[in-house]
């Protein structure tokens, strides 16, 4: 481990895990920093993104179709949630959490229903491009590289859309003063649906993306959940910025620790966590309020 | 105040409109009284319960029951009193488990085991406490989700002492391993959940839960007239922890194992919704509300492998329905009847007070 080859092969797995990290972690940061919802569906959300990206991709062997399909499928149910139940309990942020693990049960219980125990993943032209580069003894996957290029476009418009456009402004508004700028003529109510079915959206995606890169398995929603709530605990309720650093910053811990503390390697994802609560409890790039 | 959570929670002002919005039949006094006549009824029956000819596979559910039951009623008390919800209750008492399964693999006697399991469970409760006291709210759910994720990633990496996900097992003490002997493991079991149940009882009564219930209703107030809100909200959740700890040392006999699963965010979510199924702030929720559960857990799948879809329905709809839960809805429900046969009914005094309208501006 130390022909520093190996270190730059290390840094970019590190890398296309932090890619989906942030896809995970980037629709719980956006839906809590402007709904105050801790929304407890989320990885369940990306479990379904990734068994809808399985199916689709299976039948039609294009990893585009199946990220969209996933997308789609996840912002349908997530809307289907806001609508039905979600919206009717704006504002009490206890029984919006409880409903969000009420359906975390029923969706990673029906998946577990309809898709089956086996671990399944992306397979075919779909992992497309195949095989890696090389250089010297190391060798790197293509798809891992197409990976990490997904989610920093997907990270780009993401900051584009909030900083330069009319939705992002709303966005912004919102997060900073919901009773302006409903004062101000917007459907806030809306709003808030839509922010919702968009960080469903990405999970969704993300969940696809991420099959590509390892197989899920019932029950996942948990681990999932987890994952995502230390990447927002650590960048900061409600920052696209704090999601990008926070990801990228525990994923190499995980990738690095592996190689050189074993023995700790799952809990140095969550000492960052422990250090961010003591010293800085809004996260990296939290607002100070 | 430096932290700056405090100053978000103070502008959004969460933890006011919690139990209002769910249940909120503390207090009300037909309620109580329903509940200690059930009480009376509920505590014949579980005694009599192995003489009532039940097979040792009922005894041993009701065992499990009792377990769970106690680990929601030490999140029932942050909830019901401070207005606090704890989600990560089951990394509290899986420590109080690790207390005693380390001793007990060290061949310490059962005093030096549940001596360990009392230190570690006061500091980790404490430490929980702190790291949570400036906070309200969902960020008090947020900031105890992350504390209980760090007891599970702490329990299963530190694989030399806590043997991760193989977990280390134990014995019951004395001779109550022999499977003969279940129904005094049952009452052994029994007597901690009664004795935990009482010490939540006792503090909820005292001014120590009359202060707890001031934060619950209005922190700031609180804190204008002097109260050190932080510290009370340590001592609560040092209280909660003591018996989420002992509700860890029946579970940990009863399985006779601890694993790092214990402390999973699945452990720590199921207490809320055992809570919520039976009745936040009643006496009887947590015992009412574990009873459901073990029924879908572990009868249902018999013969409905859905049990786990049907689960989070029937908590769906207890939360957008009937906020009360059993107990506090079958108070309703006796209310309600009092009042169609014009018999004469007190109306709930004191009373919580309704969800604030900043709730309602905010949608």
Redesign the interface.
Known sequence: MNDPLLVVQQALYGFSEASVLFLLASGMTLVFGLMRIVNMAHGAFYLVGAYIGIVVSTATGNLLVAILAGAAVVAALAFAADLGLLRWLRGQELPEVLVTIGLTYIIGDLCLAIFGGDPLGLAGPAKEPAGGFQVGSVTFPWFRLLVIGIAVVIGVGLVLVQHRTRVGAILRAGVDDRETIAAHGINIRWVFTWMFVAGAALAGAGGVIDAGLENVVPNQQWDFLVKSLVVVIVGGLGSIAGAAVGAVGIALIDVFAKVYLPDIAYFTIFLPMALILIFRPNGLFGKKA | MT???T??TA??R?AT??IP??GGASRDRLTTTLQYVGLAVVLVLLVALPYLGLAPYYVNITTTTLCSALLAASVNFLLGQAGL?SMGQAGISTVAMYGVAWGFKQGWDLGGQLLLALVLTLVVSAIFGI?SM??S??YF???T???G??VF??A?????ITAADTGISVDRPGDLNSRFNYWQWYYLALAVFIVGTAILWVVSRSPFGASLRGIRDSESRMRSLGYNVAAYKVGAFMISGFVAGMAGVITLWNNKLVTSDSA???NS?LP??VL?LGGVGTLLGPLVGAIVVTFFSIIMPSFF??W??L???V??LV??FA?AGIVGGLGRLYRWIRRRTGGSVRTPDVGTPV?TSN?????
Not at chain 2, 156 to 160: D, E, I, Q, T, V
Not at chain 2, 359 to 363: I, P, S
């Open positions: 932290n700056p959570l100053r978000a502008v959004v969460p409109g919690l919005s769910l919800v790291v400036r906070t709210g969902i759910m947020m900031v989700l992350a504390a994720m760090l990633g702490l299963y990496s530190m694989s030399s999973s965010i699945t979510t809320i919704i919520v492998e859905r786990e879809t689960l989070g329905v908590f769906i939360i957008m906020r969800p709730h309602r501006t905010t949608a």
